[in-house]
């Protein structure tokens, strides 16, 4: 493109549609500048105006999210959450998708995903200390999907081993609804002191906009619009939209900021991530109601003869945007020529509300800055309320329960992920207290007794059969995970994976979504203080099936006190927490057992929610228990086979039924199990009765088998093997 670049070729219809901008949005830019925009001025707004960086069909509903709270320091806005987490201390947590780019190039796809989460946590002046990854491939029979499999995972633990940060947690599904689009969604969490917190309000005219980092290649460019696009069959045309990472620049990039941070020179700071140098620059200077004005003369470049579109698009990774104070250049200059990275003065701030773009002495670009960040397209889609999925009609008979355990145990979604968290390193810092596998990753804060846990939950299968129900289950299980181990929810971060906004059923699906986590949020205290929305999950018309992810946070005072979920103490009295109403619409149970997706999703009581959790965790902060697990996927005795299995131990369960799926299979909410010294039992049910929680005991802990009753039983060894042999026999080639 360069070398024969016309920043002046004229403006056709194709041209304009090809950067993904519709007709009135057109008419809108030449309205704003007066005139026909030239190329690198189209490609700024097409970078601006994306579904990606504007969030243009969502904002409307975006807005209705509670994000407010006793301990919310930053909500939206910034590049992440922050909440306060005591002593002086703040937690910064940010969740984001690279769906699209996994699915061109899984490896590179997947390692800039890891690389530009970990960089939206440190420009805020965190040190990243935990990572966490939810993962959904298409059918393990389909062409693809070993290959997305090992380049996503590969390029995952490429990067954050690497660059030095541990993945504690995380999901994996697999459904033939993500064969033409994966999804990859990236979540890190850091931890700063609150009086050290950076944001990307620029203040102050004639200062200093300096470029920090690696340098600019053609790598990535227009990759946010192509991550704002449905697919089609030419989608490997798109693979020079993927962006290349260097996790051992990053982790020079990461040191010298924080070293920066430090000296007291940053004003503000945006990382480069989606539309590169344009987002970041547009950014600081609307947020900062300043004009930007950039010499592209003076940007490190990697290769020749880039132009100004290039450069204003590339989203070469590892890149930072800052306004310094004029009188400590000369100490950041140093820090990053220390730490090997590239310093460049590239513009200053102006009071003119303009971004404007110089590039071998001409002015290439010259755009109202507000209109294009603040002031981007926002709109109201039509949207129709989706189908809501009927009731069961008939329940199939459960013939054999333990056949059915092995059958769901050993199935795709709900087998052991150790050939994938084994890839990840799970340990450096030194600082995890709960390996990936538990209800949610811990780690301690260093220095302190804090720890601060962290999941991610959302049951997509819940989702299509009733948006509503499926975003109110997807904090509610996210709170209780949290509430598992112990930890008090502080907030959340979102990740809203859809299809097609502009098919009124697609849209639909996000509202009624948005409407239940709302209304999750508000009752449970947990407000959303960062987020994504990720749209144009499609291929050939075929959309995903709606996965609107919740990445939850919770604070632990005494990482001590925490809980897992093995089987501890052979004696130990089960006790089952919450009430089994007997719901198997769109279960594990259903659906692996019998080949059936069909049914309602399971209503969320959102106050029973609350109530149970609080006296949970009420237990667990006691000191009463000495294991605790939700219940989820696959139900009561799913739940109970991986207490078993983590632990390595048995037990004896009693007043189950084992010819009853709805008591053993069922998906109810609201339900714990959890172990106790039998001497603690009866004031733990004494307790739970005063605090209106359902609460029996239903069995003891010991031997080495898991037994309903003397006809039916299993050794943990056999539901090891089964669970564990899935996923390294389908990835050797030699399963599925």
């Known amino acids: 493109m360069s070398k024969s670049f016309d920043n002046n070729a004229p403006i056709s219809s194709e041209l304009v549609e090809s950067h993904g901008l519709n007709s009135e949005e057109y008419d809108r830019i030449l309205e704003l500048t007066g005139r026909t925009p030239t190329l690198t001025e189209l490609g700024i707004f097409s970078a601006m105006w994306n579904e990606h960086c504007s969030y243009k069909s969502s904002k409307k509903w975006l807005k209705t999210l509670p994000t407010t709270g006793p301990c919310v320091v930053y909500g ?34 997947a390692a800039t995903g890891v690389g530009g989460i970990l960089r939206d946590v440190f420009t805020m002046g965190a040190r990243p200390i935990a990572a966490m990854n939810a993962l959904r491939f298409g059918a393990p029979e389909h062409a693809k999907t070993r290959h997305l499999v090992a380049g996503v995972v590969s390029g995952i633990g490429g990067y954050g081993n690497c660059f030095g940060v541990p993945t504690v947690g995380g999901e994996v599904n697999f459904h033939a609804r993500y064969n033409g689009n994966i999804l990859v969604n990236a979540f890190a969490l850091g931890v700063a002191r609150r009086d050290g917190i950076f944001t990307s309000q620029a203040e102050g005219v004639g200062l200093p906009v300096v470029y920090l980092g690696a340098k600019t290649g053609r790598d990535g460019v227009g990759g946010a619009t192509m991550a704002s696009a449905e697919f089609d069959d030419q989608i490997d045309e798109k693979r020079p939209t993927v ?9 020079c990039l990461l040191e010298a900021c924080l070293e920066l941070m430090a000296s007291g020179a940053v004003i503000a700071i945006q990382d480069m991530g989606a539309a590169g140098l344009t987002c970041s620059a547009v950014e600081m200077g609307a947020s900062g109601n300043l004009g930007i004005s950039l ?11 880039m132009s100004a579109y290039e450069m204003m698009l590339s989203e070469s990774q590892e890149r930072m945007l800052m306004v310094l104070e004029p009188d400590k ?47 981007a397209p926002e709109y109201d889609r039509p949207w129709v309320v989706p189908r809501v999925q009927a ?48 209800d949610a990753g811990v780690v301690r804060v260093e220095g302190t007794r804090k720890a601060l846990a962290m999941t991610s939950d959302v049951t997509p299968r819940y989702c299509e059969a009733d948006p509503y129900e499926g975003g109110k289950q997807a904090v509610a299980e996210a709170w209780r995970n949290l509430t598992a181990v112990g930890a008090t929810p502080l ?50 018309g075929q959309g ?38 007997g719901h198997l619409g769109q279960s594990i149970y259903l659906r692996e057992v019998h080949g059936l997706e069909l049914g309602p999703a399971p209503t969320v009581d959102l106050e029973c929610e609350r109530r149970n959790g609080d006296f949970v965790r009420s237990q667990i902060q006691q000191g009463q228990i000495s294991a605790c697990h939700d219940i989820s996927d696959g139900g009561l005795l799913v ?37 106790a010294r039998p001497e603690h039992v009866e004031t733990i049910l004494s307790g739970a009765a005063k605090a209106g929680v359902p609460a029996i005991q239903i069995g003891i802990v010991g031997g080495n088998e898991l037994k309903l009753d003397d006809k039916h039983s299993i050794s943990v060894q056999s539901l090891k093997q089964t669970h564990e042999s899935w996923l390294p026999d389908y990835m050797s080639g030699t399963g599925v």
């Open 76 to 109: 939206p806005g910034e590049n992440a959450g922050v909440v306060d987490i005591g002593d002086g201390q703040v937690a910064v947590f940010k969740m984001e998708s690279h769906n699209h780019p996994s699915f061109i190039e899984p490896y590179q796809g």
């Open 243 to 251: 962006q290349v990472g260097d996790p051992f620049t990053e982790k």
């Open 295 to 305: 010499d592209l003369d003076k940007v490190p470049c990697r290769e020749e003869h």
């Open 329 to 375: 250049q000369a100490v950041a200059e140093a820090i990053f020529t220390k730490w090997g990275l590239d310093f460049a003065i590239v513009g200053q701030t102006t009071d003119d509300l303009r971004f404007k773009i110089h590039h071998h002495g001409e002015l290439v670009a010259d755009l109202p800055i507000k209109q294009l960040g603040d002031e």
């Open 391 to 438: 009731p069961l009609s008939v329940i199939p008979v459960l013939e054999d329960p333990i056949a059915a355990l092995l059958t769901m145990i050993g199935s795709p979604d709900m087998a052991s992920k150790r050939w994938i968290i084994e890839q990840y390193d799970c340990l450096i810092q030194a600082n995890t207290a709960q390996l990936p596998g538990g």
């Open 491 to 540: 907030a959340i971060t979102d990740n809203l994976n859809f299809g097609n906004p502009q098919r009124p059923e697609i849209m639909g699906q996000f509202v009624r979504a948005i409407e239940g986590i709302g209304e999750a949020c508000r009752v449970l205290e947990f407000p959303v203080v960062s987020g994504n929305v990720s749209l144009y999950n499609e291929t050939n």
């Open 544 to 581: 995903i099936l709606p996965t609107p992810t919740i990445g939850g946070v919770g604070l632990l005072a005494d990482w001590t006190s925490m809980a897992r979920l093995a089987f501890a103490g052979d004696g130990d009295a089960i006790l089952l927490i919450g009430k089994t109403g």
């Open 639 to 675: 739940a109970l086979a991986e207490m078993a299995m983590a632990g390595g131990k048995g037990a004896a369960l009693t007043g189950l039924e084992a010819d009853s799926a709805d008591m053993l299979f069922s998906e109810d909410q609201a339900r714990y199990i959890m172990t």
